[in-house]
């Protein structure tokens, strides 16, 4: 069974939390007022906003070295809700994997809405995680912590199809944000 | 009805008109031998390769003028199999509605395979058809079509929402090229 550290209490880092837990993992839950707790886990799963992401890497950066760190953020502008505010040819995976260099990032969670991971179905489908990094045991790590706890997974390819996961987030969510679609639909994947 | 003509009759050519076919539009179908037989239709569909616009361009973009043109292509980088070849904050929509500044362009088919244009589902969920584009009209007169021949439609958003159709449509062309799905999978559509 993995260890895994989920920072971020909010509706994604519960959704997370309980899907790791009807795997039988051990989650360790750390809220803002956690900031002095060790981290547990050997999978470390930021669930926060992309711009809470700098000061965790400040605050527990060190601590992140050698572990999965896990990207679930939608960098999208909201000031526009038009763009994405980190490169257009790259991701905020790729930015956070430029801030720890020492860890092993995937990128995951990002296009399944809290909703669809609580329930574990996005309508007729069973949810798919869609996971891309460069470190290959590390997605199949993750991918095999994930199944456990009742979901599907693909491996989507390497770091720089994040650019095309954060995409896929950014438009589903101004879908559900313009009410084409609902928080508890969106994308399924049919293999 | 409306009077749809195709231009390209390969795999994807063949599924829209299909789905046209079904909903009674009126099809005209051009193929590489047709290029001196005039376009018919109020909605011409760009059923080539990207790659293949730009003659499309030269030879007939006077005649598109005033038209509903629908660009559903996906510029992959074929070298590469790892980027577009459009700018990375733009589109192929884009280019084209620069080429064709007379005509409506709008965004369609680049997110649906043709196994699941010719089959209506995406496995348990019927197929939808995402749009872009910034002619609101443009965009309803051919949802309307689509929706005739059984198939949902979703109006995505302007035409900077190509960017993330286009993304959608690339990651989920490597991810039939990897045989993480199949050509008749993809992604489904919940509302």
């Given amino acids: 069974m993995a260890r895994i550290s989920i920072i971020g209490t909010g509706n994604m880092g519960q959704a997370i939390a309980g899907v790791f837990a009807k795997g039988g993992h051990t989650v360790q839950l750390l809220g803002q007022g956690d900031a002095a707790t060790a981290i547990d886990g050997d999978i470390v799963v930021l669930a ?19 572990k999965i ?3 679930i953020t939608n960098p999208v502008n909201f000031e526009t809700f038009d763009s994405l505010v980190v490169p257009a040819d790259g991701s905020a995976t790729a930015e956070i994997a430029k801030a720890l260099p020492q860890s092993r990032l995937v ?7 809290a909703g669809t991971l609580a329930a574990g179905t996005v309508g007729p489908n069973t949810t798919t995680v869609l996971l891309a990094g460069d470190d290959a045991d590390a997605k199949s790590e993750l991918a095999g912590a994930i199944a456990s706890g009742g979901l599907k997974t693909i491996d989507a390819g390497g770091l720089a199809r994040a650019r095309e996961l954060e995409a896929l987030g950014f ?8 009410e084409k679609i609902s928080w508890t639909g969106g994308f399924g994947v049919v293999a």
Same sequence: chains 1, 2.
């Avoid at 438009?171 to 313009?178: D, E, F, K, V």
């Fill in 171 to 178: 438009l589903q969510i101004t879908l559900a944000a313009g």
């Fill in 69 to 71: 760190v896990v990207d």
């Fill in 48 to 66: 926060v906003p992309y711009g809470a992401v700098t000061s965790i890497v400040e605050q527990r950066g060190e601590s992140l070295a050698g």
């Fill in 107 to 113: 990128k995951a969670f990002n296009t399944t809405f």
